[in-house]
């Protein structure tokens, strides 16, 4: 990050504080409120977060230790406590509150469908039979690539409540990233639709599985089942593939739960890092859920006539704690979409928060950004009276959509909760909460009770306030993640490095602090890019470059961009000569294509550039510095003096395609 960044953000001025109408309703109401709650979590950390758990959460079995610490950084809460997650989202609603509407489903196409807690609850335990009838159990893993849909959270849910341990994969990744997934997690069965509806268009699934699975090394996986969404063509493997519907239909309607301890892995999620291959990252049951309803009586103020809707897929960490776990924790009626923002039109975000009368609204800044573009006077057409909690999440929003967030859809009445977190933080960690902070375009504020949150130098020593530095959590917490799966010297590496005696969790994310002890976010210090709030690894990019025969050696950077707040830059040098012109451009096509069929859609570079060579120092390291100044287009000022091959830098700087 720049002197300059940090100088402009410390620059932000406006300050907008809760209206006190709000304030007098809040679940946290007041900074005196929030106060208490952290110097609680201060004076007593176990004791803050056991009540918590207590009051928060169903136990089958109470738990009588808090935190244990004796095997850092593999650290267990509530652990000698047994519970079940599909039984918190569901079965205790029943007796308060069967006829409540716990999901309204809206397709792409416009279809409105509603389901009750009491038909949910019916669903999910079919749905759970039918995985028992599989030979299904407990600490099995299921693989699930389904379209945003109330099949998936059923899906999820009846991995919950029979103890098997779900991984959803997000329906854009492809079918080399599914296998990938399928291995590392050992899966034994895949659940999947033939089809997504996108936008009025039909993306198959169910292909995709079946290319995975024909990849090899999948021998694991014993069943697919096939949830049918589109009713569009799928190839059939008698015996492994069987119909969603045929499999629940004969189910007996009620399914005990099975209780798990508080530490059984609820799911393994996969998240880049810094290396070519995939984080398995995986969560616990209770202290996930733990976090998941607290964060929606905190961040979100959840009441019982809110009508809630986080706009994330269930393929991403925020469709796990915000879509198919807090929302039911707490008996919450949600909003859940098939589609995309921009179809029909670029109102459709609006129109269903009128429709459906949403109170809460959770989305991602590059959404903001894209319907700005597309439509900056649209929100005015539609009545959005019924909001009153605007959020964020995924990237930092820069403060001009920031405003036009809370002008345009929140008539300046909605507080914005710009929260900050990660896949493996498993929910909110630093955010405003909307009844009591006061509000600073651009920064995700203050960290929530009992997060002790800090900016630390390479030493470790906190900085002081307008200084950036690295962004650490100095304690566990319940919701955090226990290991990465199948691989506990990476979450020891990755997370709790030697640089700071393994005592920090490290995020990986630049921040800086103002006087008021506010954090701004600066974006990845590892070499992560951020894309539409979506976590690609350069590293992962290179590899799948790399894997083309046609490709040498590759670099991939990220440069700032308008829409997506990163783009991918990618430095080709091929086995062939460097090519030119109209065939360069076909050559940027034909690995664009590559790159989205090895990883995905998101990852595919926007701008791909050849040369002969990569700028390296004499001992052969890349110069990614130098990669990124050329990508954003940025004079070279730095000292080149260390440069193998200096003349390659203008080949570099010409974009192609
Ligand atoms: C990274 C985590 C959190 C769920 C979705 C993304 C960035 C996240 C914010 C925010 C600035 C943010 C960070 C973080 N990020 N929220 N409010 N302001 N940056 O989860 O894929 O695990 O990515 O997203 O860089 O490390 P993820």
């Known amino acids: 990050m720049s002197d300059q960044t940090i100088e402009s953000l410390s620059q932000e001025k406006r300050l907008f504080a809760p209206d006190a109408q709000f304030v007098k309703q809040a679940n946290v109401s007041g900074m005196v409120a929030y106060q208490a709650l952290c110097a609680e979590a201060q004076r007593d950390y176990s004791g803050f977060w056991a009540r918590h758990a207590r009051e928060q959460l169903t136990w089958q079995n109470p738990f009588t230790r808090v935190l244990d610490e004796s095997n850092a950084p593999f650290f267990k809460w509530f652990e000698d406590g047994t519970l079940n997650a599909s039984y918190n989202c569901l079965d205790r609603h029943l007796a308060t509150q069967p006829d409540k509407i716990a999901i309204i489903f809206e397709a792409d196409d416009g279809t409105v469908t509603r389901i009750t807690y009491r038909e949910l609850h019916r669903r999910v335990c079919m749905m759970a039979n039918g995985l028992k009838s599989l030979a299904i159990k407990k600490g099995d893993r299921v693989l699930i690539y389904m379209p945003m849909s109330i099949e998936v959270v059923i899906a999820m849910q009846a991995c919950a409540r029979i103890g098997a341990i779900h991984s959803v994969v997000f329906g854009g990744f492809s079918a080399k990233s599914v296998h990938e997934r399928i291995i590392d997690a050992g899966a034994v069965a895949v659940l999947t639709a033939d089809e997504q509806m996108r936008g009025g268009k039909a993306i198959p699934l169910k292909t995709a599985v079946d290319e995975a699975l024909a990849l090899g090394g999948c021998e694991c996986v014993k069943q697919v089942v096939v949830y049918r969404r589109s009713g569009g063509p799928v190839q059939w493997s008698d015996g492994r593939d069987r119909w969603l519907h045929d499999l629940v239909s004969n189910q007996p309607e009620t399914c005990a739960p099975e209780w798990v301890s508080a530490e059984h ?132 929003i820069n403060p001009e959509a920031w405003m036009w967030y809370y002008e345009t859809v929140g008539k300046s009445r909605c507080p914005i909760v710009d929260t900050w977190w990660q896949t493996e933080t498993g929910g909110h960690l630093i955010t ?15 960290p929530l009770p009992g997060i002790m949150a800090d900016i630390v130098d390479e030493t470790g020593q906190s900085v002081e306030p307008g200084k950036g530095g690295i962004l650490v959590i100095k304690r566990p917490w319940p919701s955090m993640l226990r290991t990465i799966w199948g691989n506990p010297e990476r979450y020891k590496n990755a997370y709790f490095p030697e640089e700071f005696q393994g005592k920090y ?150 974009p192609q395609g």
């Not at 405003?432 to 203050?446: E, M, Q, R, Y």
């Open 432 to 446: 405003p909460l909307p009844g009591v902070t006061p509000l600073k375009p651009g920064s995700c504020t203050l």
């Open 265 to 396: 892995p609820l799911f393994i999620l996969y998240t880049s890092g810094s290396t070519g291959k995939p984080k398995g990252v995986q969560h616990s049951t209770a202290g996930f859920l733990l976090h998941a309803a607290l964060t929606m009586r905190w961040t979100f103020d959840y009441k019982k006539h809110d009508v809630f809707w986080c706009t994330a897929d269930v393929g991403w960490v925020t469709g796990h704690t915000y879509v198919c776990y807090g929302p039911l924790a707490v008996g919450a009626t949600q909003i859940m979409f098939e589609g995309v923002p921009t179809y029909p039109d670029a109102g459709r975000f609006w129109r269903m928060i009128q429709d459906h009368q949403a109170t809460v609204f959770y989305t991602a800044p590059t959404a903001i950004r894209s319907l700005i573009k597309l439509g900056a006077t649209l929100p005015n057409n539609y009545d959005l009276s019924r909001l009153r909690i605007l959020g964020t999440v995924g990237e930092p």
């Open 505 to 654: 969790y490290l995020a990986g994310d630049g921040a800086m602090r103002d006087e008021n002890g506010y954090y701004t976010i600066m974006g990845r210090i590892d070499d992560v890019l951020n894309v539409a709030g979506h976590r690609l690894g350069t590293m992962e990019i290179e590899s799948a470059l790399v894997a083309n025969k046609l490709v040498a050696e590759a670099a991939v950077v990220g440069r700032p961009d308008d829409l997506t707040g990163e783009a991918v830059v990618a430095f080709v040098v091929l086995k062939q000569t460097r090519p030119m012109g109209e065939d360069a451009k076909a050559m940027v096509r034909q690995l664009q294509e590559w790159v989205s069929h090895e990883i995905g859609p998101i990852a595919k570079p926007k701008e791909i550039r050849f040369g002969e060579n990569l700028p390296k120092t004499r001992s052969g390291k890349i110069m990614r510095r130098l990669l990124r100044d050329i990508a954003k287009g940025n004079e070279i000022t730095q000292d080149v003096s260390t440069l193998e091959n200096p003349a390659i830098l203008q080949q570099l700087k010409d």
